[in-house]
């Protein structure tokens, strides 16, 4: 069983920052491949960044090259920068964790403002 707990969200601006960031429990936590996923009201639950136990990075068009995703492995933290953003962006953000299975955190909101 692993427990993230994730923190960071809030109203901003259009054109502005947050950083989320996401702590999971557990020893192996360097094994996990890690993710943020976003719900916008009436819409899917959407993988938005990932980032694998190899650090290799992967983003959904919508954010690349506005977000940012990392972990350190000390922390059993992973972080999502978000820069440049938009109303668009507006979303309950969950963590995510990839072992054997998929898990998911409690989720934090981020509003963005026009």
């Known amino acids: 069983q692993v427990q993230l707990v994730e923190s960071g969200g809030g109203l901003v601006q259009a054109g502005g920052s947050l950083r989320l960031s996401c702590v999971a429990s557990g020893s192996i936590f360097r094994f996990y491949s890690m993710g943020w996923s976003r719900q916008a009201p009436g819409k899917q639950r959407e993988l938005v960044a990932l980032i694998t136990s190899g650090f290799n990075t992967n983003y959904t068009d919508s954010v690349k090259g506005r977000f940012t995703i990392s972990r350190d492995n000390a922390k059993n933290t992973v972080y999502l920068q978000m820069n440049s953003l938009k109303p668009e962006d507006t979303a309950v953000y969950y963590c995510?964790?990839?072992?054997?299975?998929?898990?998911w955190g409690q989720g934090t909101q981020v509003t963005v403002s026009s």
């Open positions: 995510n964790a990839f072992l054997t299975q998929p898990y």
